[in-house]
């Protein structure tokens, strides 16, 4: 059996997980890979496995759902050799709450909150009590805003960061060597803002972060023990000013961006 540590990734096969997925294979831990596709999750999971001579298993399943949340909860809580949550299920809408759908409203709340929570609190169980292991819970630097044409999105990714935060304190209360991260990356090259129909051209290209150094400082920042990890120093600087701006000002740029946010016009 093997005795290298195990991380458990949540999300969609490229992008942030895929470069996590790498890195924490060079790392030297054995990984498990959850997400909707079960395709492209397992071919990443053969190639990780042959690349790095880890252990690397898919494990299909839709955390927005009961049945599915509790079975991978259950996984994670009985895993002897977990040492790594990585929570990064999830997506983004366009367009204003009561025009959206409300499914996919709803389906954002479970994934950001109701699943991040389960999986937290599974993961937590099983990490205390051998005193060692780490939550990477992603958020956004979209948490640090107020969302207007993105309420959900906003609202939940902040969420995250309270959530997170509440849970470190619990753990220094403890006395616990168990960690939390909120990871809150910018605008990051992952199919993400694909799926969200949004167009690239409206967000200059100096901000853009490529998925590998999102997952590269999330690591590095989890290995100083930093609560908050925000990758890039434009988008430090950014959320220093966000905390800084008093709330008539950060609802007047929440009114600019909306107008700004607008989905790609499909090629006729």
């Known amino acids: 059996m093997s005795e290298r540590p195990l991380a458990v990734i949540t999300g969609a096969s490229a992008g942030i997980v895929a470069a996590f997925a790498r890195k924490l294979a ?6 498990l890979l959850i997400a909707r596709r079960q395709d492209r999750l397992r071919a990443l999971a053969a190639e990780l496995a042959e690349s790095y001579h880890i252990g690397a298993s898919a494990m299909p399943a839709d955390l927005s759902t009961d049945d599915d949340l509790e079975r991978i909860a259950g996984c994670v809580q009985n895993a002897p050799r977990l040492r790594l949550l990585v929570n990064n299920a999830g997506f983004g809408t366009m367009g204003f709450f009561h025009e959206a759908s409300v499914q996919s409203q709803m389906q954002m709340h479970r994934l950001h909150v109701l699943a991040i929570a389960r999986l937290t609190h599974a993961a937590l169980a099983n990490m205390t009590e051998r005193r060692a292991g780490a939550v990477i819970n992603v958020s956004s630097v979209a948490a640090f805003m107020i969302g207007a044409g993105n309420v959900s999105y906003c609202a939940t990714k902040a969420w995250i960061n309270a959530f997170t935060q509440g849970l470190a304190l619990e753990l220094r209360a403890r006395k616990s060597p168990v960690k939390v991260q909120a990871l809150c990356p910018g605008f990051t ?3 993400f803002h694909d799926v969200l129909g949004m167009d690239r051209a409206g ?6 972060l490529t998925a590998d ?9 989890l290995e100083a023990g930093r609560l908050f990890v925000i990758p890039g120093l434009r988008y430090k600087i950014t959320v220093l000013a966000l905390r800084w701006l008093p709330d008539p000002a950060l609802r007047r740029l929440a009114l600019l961006l909306s107008r700004r946010r607008r989905p790609r016009t499909p090629a006729p």
């Open 26 to 31: 060079q790392r030297g831990y054995d990984l």
């Open 189 to 191: 090259l992952s199919e």
């Open 203 to 208: 967000v200059p290209e100096s901000f853009w």
């Open 213 to 221: 150094f999102v997952a590269e400082q999330s690591l590095l920042g």
